[in-house]
């Protein structure tokens, strides 16, 4: 029997949403500057910014002594088809110092596409949902903030059901980070 999801939860399948993280200063910036700094450049490119989360602290990965990443969570609102978002915060990565030589190396700012309006593709890019943000408490602990009846697309799995799967040493070492990511709605809950 199919299960029955609320309005709110129909919605969230029409919506977008881009983690964002980074551990590292660019141009004198901190990480939470150089995010807030992407997601402005971002909307002057005609990707509004919906919701967004707070920001997060999480321990670097899988190098621990390497600096702590500050990381979040946002909604856009764009009518790009998703190969050409994907190009645009690639383009935003550029301009703020990312370069992809080491796969999981620290870095001034990291944009990733973890849902396109609830589509599922296996083949091509974007790979949709992202494909590992279902193993990462740096991106649920986030999402969680804006959209709490999001639903993995490919699975059905329920965010909590994906946080309760996390290892309980990666959930405990997430907090919030203080401050605010940016001036969009949060839609956290009082």
Same mark, same amino acid.
């Given at each position: 029997?199919?299960?029955?999801?609320?309005?709110?939860e129909n919605r969230a399948g029409n919506r977008i949403y881009v983690a964002l993280g980074?551990?590292?200063?660019?141009r004198r910036r901190t990480p939470l500057e150089n995010l807030r700094r992407a997601l402005?450049?971002?909307?002057?490119?005609?990707?509004?910014?919906?919701?967004?989360?707070?920001?997060?602290?999480?321990?670097?990965?899988?190098?621990?002594?390497?600096?702590?990443?500050?990381?979040?969570?946002?909604?856009? %609102?764009? !009518?790009?088809?998703?190969?050409? $978002?994907?190009? /645009?915060?690639?383009?935003?990565?550029?301009?703020? *110092?990312? =370069?992809?030589?080491?796969?999981?190396?620290?870095?001034?700012?990291?944009?990733?596409?973890?849902?396109?309006?609830?589509?599922?593709?296996?083949?091509?890019?974007?790979?949709?949902?992202?494909?590992?943000?279902?193993?990462?408490?740096?991106?649920?602990?986030?999402?969680?903030?804006?959209?709490?009846?999001?639903?993995?697309?490919?699975?059905?799995? %329920?965010? !909590?059901?994906?946080?309760?799967? $996390?290892?309980? /040493?990666?959930?405990?070492?997430?907090?919030?980070? *203080?401050? =605010?990511?940016?001036?969009?709605?949060?839609?956290?809950?009082?």
């Amino acid at each position: 029997m199919p299960s029955c999801r609320t309005e709110s939860e129909n919605r969230a399948g029409n919506r977008i949403y881009v983690a964002l993280g980074a551990n590292q200063a660019y141009r004198r910036r901190t990480p939470l500057e150089n995010l807030r700094r992407a997601l402005n450049r971002l909307q002057s490119q005609g990707i509004e910014i919906a919701a967004c989360s707070r920001p997060w602290r999480t321990p670097a990965w899988p190098d621990p002594s390497d600096p702590p990443y500050v990381n979040g969570v946002v909604e856009v %609102s764009t !009518d790009l088809p998703a190969p050409a $978002l994907m190009e /645009a915060l690639h383009a935003v990565e550029a301009e703020f *110092g990312r =370069t992809r030589r080491e796969r999981n190396a620290p870095r001034p700012i990291d944009l990733d596409l973890i849902d396109y309006r609830g589509k599922v593709a296996e083949a091509g890019s974007p790979i949709l949902p992202h494909p590992r943000m279902a193993e990462r408490a740096f991106v649920l602990l986030p999402l969680r903030d804006i959209a709490p009846h999001w639903r993995h697309p490919a699975t059905g799995r %329920s965010l !909590d059901q994906l946080i309760g799967r $996390l290892p309980a /040493a990666d959930r405990r070492a997430a907090r919030p980070h *203080g401050g =605010t990511l940016c001036a969009a709605p949060s839609r956290l809950k009082a």
